[in-house]
């Protein structure tokens, strides 16, 4: 009997997980909590290359959105005992299927004032909005080194708004309300390529948006109702190409990325009084870099940094003009905190600052300071 066991023991101990290892997961269920705060500042409008102090404008926007996620990894992901958590699904190169649901609500609300030698305009504004959105994702791993990577997304916003504009001293007065519906759906196609534990990756995005607005106008005076149909469709192009670095034993993750994008609309008016609308286009370029430190096997801490500008050009089909410029700045900063090997709290926080010119190029425009501050508080389960 000692003999078999001293047989027996060495292959016991062959036989169970490395230490600190835990048996592989194939499941991940997450739930995830946003808050969005946009603030428009006070605009600088120049008429022909003098400031002019006789406009105020100010808007607050506020977002809220709860979503789910589920994504389900093709032969498990083995936990080492060495690699940190967060890094496990990236390090095991499984393929993967993950789908998303989103739903949330925002509430808009501004006040613009112009106010000249003979009159004052003032216009206050408000609007309440739903969102849904659904995606489905994947990746699929056709060897080591090689994935291809798909998924599809559709979303659905309604608003309903409400205006009032009042002339002084006249008195004239109209109401106003409005009715928006929109519906997106994009497409995404890439493939990525791991150099070592290093990767590389290009994706193209081709989406397409319907956006509808009906307006009822009622002036005071006795004037009949104006009733309009705003019909905008949109297309959607855009390639981006990203880099990872996995450095320091994996202890620190590098991300960078860089975009391209191009949108082009086509707008119809319909009221008694017009037909065709406008054409429109925009050039978007966006490039970010992340960093990501793990402390401890539990804990991953990071930052990053985007610029963004956006280039916008409206007008007849035959000659598209300038209409604006736009530059966002964006820091944000993100923890996740594995409170066991399976379970994790996250939390997100960014702010971005805006600046936007309308028309670009000229003596006469109107520049406007937007800050958009958002926290998102998550949780998820490995199994």
């Known amino acids: ?73 093709f032969g498990g992901v083995t936990d080492d005992g060495a690699t940190p958590l967060a890094l496990l699904p990236y390090v095991a190169r499984a393929s993967r299927v993950s789908a998303r649901v989103a739903a949330g609500g925002t509430s808009r609300d501004s006040f613009g004032r112009s106010s000249g030698q003979l009159a004052t305009y003032e216009v206050w504004y408000a609007g309440d909005a739903s969102l849904r959105e659904a995606q489905l994702s994947g990746e699929w791993f056709i060897g080591r080194g090689i994935a291809l990577r798909g998924g599809l997304e559709h979303g659905r916003e309604r608003e309903t708004a409400a205006s009032t504009s009042l002339e002084s001293p006249s008195g004239r007065a109209e109401v106003a309300t409005a009715t928006t519906r929109t519906k997106v759906t994009s497409g995404t196609l890439g493939a990525s390529l791991r150099l070592g534990e290093h990767e590389v990756s290009i994706s193209g995005v081709y989406g397409a948006s319907d956006r509808s607005r009906e307006d009822a106008t009622v002036f005071t005076g006795g004037s009949l109702p104006l009733f309009s149909r705003l019909t905008t469709d949109g297309l959607t192009r855009r390639g981006r190409v990203a880099a990872r670095l996995l450095l320091l034993r994996r202890r620190l993750a590098v991300d960078l990325s860089g975009e391209y994008a191009l949108a082009t609309s086509s707008s119809d008016l319909d009221t008694t009084l017009s037909g065709p609308y406008a054409k429109g286009r925009t050039i978007g370029r966006r490039a970010t870099l992340e960093a990501t430190w793990y402390p401890t096997r539990r804990l991953e801490v990071g930052a990053g940094l985007a610029y963004e500008t956006r280039d916008a050009s409206s007008g007849s089909a035959r000659a598209l003009r300038p209409s604006s410029e736009e530059t966002t700045r964006t820091l944000g900063f993100a ?10 709290v996250t939390f997100d926080a960014s702010r971005s600052e805006a600046e936007s010119i309308s028309p670009p190029g000229g003596s006469t425009y109107q520049r406007f300071d937007e800050t958009t501050t958002r926290l998102v508080l998550g949780a998820a389960v490995r199994f």
Do not use: C, N, Q
């Open 1 to 73: 009997m000692p003999r078999r066991a001293g047989i027996l023991a060495p292959l016991l101990l062959l036989a169970l997980p490395a230490a600190g290892a835990e048996p592989s997961f194939r499941t991940e269920l997450s739930i995830g909590a946003s808050w969005e705060s946009i603030e428009t500042h006070r605009p600088l409008v120049v008429l022909g290359g003098t400031p002019s102090a006789g406009y105020d404008y100010s808007a607050d926007e506020k977002a809220r959105t709860l979503e789910v996620a589920a994504t389900r990894w």
């Open 335 to 344: 923890a996740r905190w594995f409170a066991t090997e399976r379970a994790a």
